[in-house]
């Protein structure tokens, strides 16, 4: 208790240096805790936008459309996929199902080549699946069986068209031949994500059948379940699909699928490492501090010697100074970057069209950060312990 007493008189005697050490070290804690946070709020959204566009929970495919995705092989299709459907929603823990079919098609502006990514969906099965209404900016959903469509507003920024008008698509049918088809625009979608957006239009699954001559298949099945992991759910398909003895098909968990799970993964890595780089560099600046304390204090350590302080007691007076310094510091920046992410979590960080040339990637152009208490305890414990050890 003495030497704490000692420690902080020490401290406030050293206000200026005392200061800096508790800004470098609040500084990095506040930048690690918005950065951890904004990676919390990136990979959730991506798991979102990958469940709900592009994988769902558990992806059906088959076997060798991965193989030679690539090259768009829109012949290998799953067959016979409203039987497989019905026995798929008996499964336990189930929650909706999106049969789609994918055309990847091309419109032509003048002499100018628009690239295109439409999508086959069952309205009624959809809107089960996830929240249609969310996306849509304007108009209405197309009707089933018709020639109707809804349209990215930046695709139809790019035909140059709006609701009312028409556009016609060229695409490649499953029998390997071109087709040309034009679709009335109903509605008009605003995606989450930005490239949705340039690309994307969606019109009834069996009109998308009809353009692509799927003969009663689709291009993949998009599952959800109930469970809160839901890897055990996805065996458990795969487990249907085998007893089906559907050798042709199999099913896959998001995270094995989506194009930014792994780059997510590997950011977690690198985040941590940059989260050591700054508390390290935070920590240079206590030593620096605590080594200049030391030096003009050579008569007062002599002193303290001298009316009988062991060594071991000085080597903890100055661990204690620093202890408190790191304790400050990473109190205050985490406190700080708390108070800077709660109003984020509602606000969001518009990227704008940073996120748009993100292909692959299922991020939306606006993020919202999310606190992961274990991580801002985390970040607070580590940077103390990283000041105090210094």
């Known amino acids: ?171 490649q049918t499953r029998l390997r031949t071109s087709n040309a088809f034009t679709v009335d625009v109903v509605g008009l979608a605003s995606y989450p994500v930005g490239q949705m957006n340039r690309t994307t239009f969606l019109l009834p699954l069996e009109t998308a059948a009809r ?26 398909v795969q487990n249907l699909l085998d007893e089906l003895g559907r050798e042709d098909v199999y099913a896959a968990h998001w995270s094995e699928v989506s194009g930014g799970y792994s780059y997510m993964q590997f950011a977690d890595v690198a985040y941590n490492f940059m989260a050591l780089f700054f508390f390290v560099l935070g920590a240079t600046v206590v030593i620096n501090t605590t080594m200049m304390m030391i030096h003009e204090r050579t008569h007062e350590i002599g002193t303290l010697a001298a009316i009988g302080m062991r060594g071991t007691e000085l080597v903890r007076l100055f661990f204690l100074e620093a202890a408190l310094l790191g304790l400050i510091g990473s109190l205050l920046g985490v406190v700080l970057g708390v108070a800077v992410v709660i109003p984020l979590q509602s606000v969001g960080i518009n990227f704008g069209s940073v996120m748009e040339q993100m292909e692959g990637m299922s991020i939306s152009s606006i993020l919202y950060p999310v606190l992961n208490w274990r991580s801002t305890g985390g970040t607070f414990l580590f940077s103390f312990a990283v000041a105090a050890g210094a």
């Open 1 to 171: 208790m003495k030497l704490t007493r000692i420690a902080v008189r020490n401290i406030f005697r050293n206000g200026r240096r005392s200061i800096l050490s508790i800004i470098a070290v609040s500084v990095c804690a506040l930048t690690i805790t918005i950065m951890f946070s904004l990676l919390e709020g990136i990979k959730a959204d991506m798991e979102r936008n990958s469940i709900a566009f592009e994988t769902g929970e558990v992806r059906i495919r088959h076997r060798d459309f991965d193989r030679y995705e690539h090259l768009l092989p829109v012949q290998y299709v799953v067959p016979e996929y409203r039987a497989l459907v019905d026995r798929i929603s008996e499964i336990p823990e189930f929650k909706a199902v999106s049969p789609r079919i994918n055309i990847a098609a091309a419109a032509f502006v003048d002499e100018r080549r628009v690239g295109a990514y439409g999508i086959g969906i069952d309205l009624a099965l959809e809107k089960q699946y996830q929240d249609l209404d969310a996306i849509l900016a304007s108009g209405r959903f197309p009707s089933p069986g018709t020639s109707e469509a809804v349209l990215g507003v930046g695709l139809a920024r790019e035909l140059g068209v709006g609701i009312g008008d028409t556009a016609t698509f060229l695409t």
């Open 211 to 236: 353009y692509m001559r799927m003969n009663g298949a689709v291009g993949e099945i998009l599952i959800t379940s109930t469970a809160r992991d839901s890897r055990p759910f996805s065996a458990a």
